[in-house]
């Protein structure tokens, strides 16, 4: 079947850097895609992975690792508007030789200042 | 990036209704998609709406209780058939952006407000 992990809940401090780990069992591997979500409000693109390493966004950065099954999501400098949930979602292909997205659980990130 | 707007953006509704929520995009996408994020879980797809026929459902959807039309490129619907407490969730709209070959992000995924609906 197709599993994608994350952690349930992280708590950083305001200035610091976090870094959120997704892990993923899934077929198909077409890209790994990293989306913010405020509460209340719909997910919002973050960045996007297809290859192994890193790619660089500002403040956030995404790393990819296939052969690991394994990404993560680093934010720097973080600010209390970056308090928010983060879902992983890995793009597969289906039987119909579609793409779709399998979505993770997000992880809740919290800012204290 | 699309602009995409959902209506209505909540609602209360009885046991045994219908609701229809709409999805309208300022622009021509390929890709249409209606998930739906229950409280505690991950966004979960329903289905894909393909213009000018009839929709893609995953597994665990079906037409007669998730009908979905979409007219044209840049507007669809969904309607969750003769309601239950269990279909109380968010339903989002997301659309992939760019026309086939054509200018803009081949992968990027836009989704629209959402629409809170409660089931009593």
């Known amino acids: 079947g197709q599993n994608i992990d994350q952690p349930t809940e992280m708590t950083a401090t305001e200035g610091a850097i976090v870094q959120i780990n997704c892990t993923y069992q899934?077929?198909?591997?077409?890209?790994l895609f990293w989306y913010q979500q405020h509460a209340g409000e719909a997910p919002t693109f973050l960045s996007y992975?297809?290859l192994d390493g890193l790619e660089e966004k500002g403040r956030f950065s995404s790393f990819l690792s296939r052969s690991k099954g394994y990404s993560y999501l680093l934010l720097k400098e973080l600010q209390m508007k970056d308090s928010a949930s983060y879902l992983c979602?890995?793009?597969?292909?289906?039987?119909?030789?579609?793409?779709?997205?399998?979505w993770g659980l997000g992880t809740s990130l919290a800012v204290n200042p | 990036s699309a602009v995409i707007s959902q209506k209505p953006s909540r609602d209360i509704c009885q046991r045994g209704t219908s609701l229809t929520i709409q999805c309208q995009v300022d622009s021509q996408v390929t890709m249409m998609f209606w998930y739906r994020q229950q409280p505690g879980q991950s966004l979960t797809l329903i289905a894909t709406?393909?213009?000018?026929?009839?929709?893609?459902?995953e597994s665990g959807f079906v037409i007669d209780k998730f009908p979905i039309s979409r007219p044209n490129l840049t507007f669809s619907t969904l309607t969750v058939s003769n309601m239950s407490p269990e279909d109380s969730s968010i339903y989002l709209c997301?659309?992939?952006?760019?026309?086939?070959?054509?200018?803009?992000?081949?992968?990027?995924?836009?989704f629209g407000p959402g629409t809170r609906l409660t089931v009593t």
């Open positions: 709406a393909n213009q000018g026929s009839e929709a893609t459902y």
């Open positions: 992975n297809v």
């Open positions: 899934t077929s198909g591997f077409n890209g």
């Open positions: 997301s659309v992939k952006n760019g026309l086939a070959g054509g200018p803009g992000s081949s992968y990027e995924q836009y």
């Open positions: 979602a890995v793009r597969v292909y289906n039987a119909g030789n579609n793409r779709k997205l399998i």
